[in-house]
């Protein structure tokens, strides 16, 4: 069996040809990411809220609308709503990331550099959701270790003086309550 390479080779170029990249656009410019984490934070109620009779997708849609409208009268390129919303998911996901690896280096002990500020890109983006659950996590009695552990002593030192099983239950039933 004899293989053609010339042949296979026309077949590939064709296929390449058929498939012609598309122009690459240009990086988001500062301004741009201003005026969208602007814009997304006057929006921000109608786009993080769950879908109701007075939120619906056509308003959800009109506003990310409005938004690429207000980025693209800067006048750096013209983005597409879906460009714009994948922006923002992607800004909001550094800024994630940043405000997390900020807070394990400020929680670092010894010396050594001071830890990296997050960057002015998403630094509004941080100030935006600083104070919500994405970011800093759930909170309350299961996620703080130090008072599960302090609720697990009180119960033991009270089962060891308790006099009977039955004050030991009852201070059970009250502190897993």
Same mark, same amino acid.
Request: overall charge positive.
């Given at each position: 069996?004899?293989?053609?390479?010339?042949?296979?080779?026309?077949?590939?170029?064709?296929?390449?040809?058929?498939?012609?990249?598309?122009?690459?656009?240009?990086?988001?410019?500062?301004?741009?990411?201003?005026?969208?984490?602007?814009?997304?934070?006057?929006?921000?109620?109608?786009?993080?809220?769950?879908?109701?009779?007075?939120?619906?997708?056509?308003?959800?849609?009109?506003?990310? *609308?409005?938004?690429?409208?207000?980025?693209?009268?800067?006048?750096?390129?013209?983005?597409?709503?879906?460009?714009?919303?994948?922006?923002?998911?992607? *800004?909001?996901?550094?800024?994630?990331?940043?405000?997390?690896?900020?807070?394990?280096?400020?929680?670092?002990?010894?010396?050594?550099?001071?830890?990296?500020?997050?960057?002015?890109?998403?630094?509004?983006?941080?100030?935006?959701?600083?104070?919500?659950?994405?970011?800093?996590?759930?909170?309350?009695?299961?996620?703080?270790?130090?008072?599960?552990?302090?609720?697990?002593?009180?119960?033991?030192?009270?089962?060891?003086?308790?006099?009977?099983?039955?004050?030991?239950?009852?201070?059970?039933?009250?502190?897993?309550?």
């Amino acid at each position: 069996m004899v293989f053609n390479m010339a042949s296979s080779v026309a077949t590939v170029s064709q296929m390449q040809q058929g498939k012609q990249k598309q122009p690459r656009k240009t990086n988001w410019s500062d301004s741009e990411i201003t005026v969208l984490t602007e814009k997304v934070e006057e929006n921000l109620d109608l786009i993080r809220s769950k879908f109701s009779n007075n939120v619906t997708n056509a308003k959800k849609n009109a506003a990310w *609308l409005e938004i690429t409208e207000a980025v693209n009268a800067v006048g750096v390129a013209y983005r597409t709503v879906q460009e714009v919303r994948d922006k923002w998911k992607n *800004l909001t996901s550094t800024a994630k990331k940043e405000f997390s690896d900020f807070g394990k280096e400020q929680r670092k002990t010894g010396g050594g550099p001071a830890p990296k500020k997050p960057l002015n890109a998403t630094a509004k983006v941080i100030e935006i959701f600083k104070e919500t659950p994405s970011f800093t996590g759930p909170s309350g009695f299961e996620t703080n270790p130090g008072k599960l552990m302090f609720k697990i002593l009180q119960f033991v030192l009270f089962s060891l003086r308790a006099n009977s099983r039955r004050q030991a239950s009852e201070f059970k039933f009250l502190v897993l309550n």
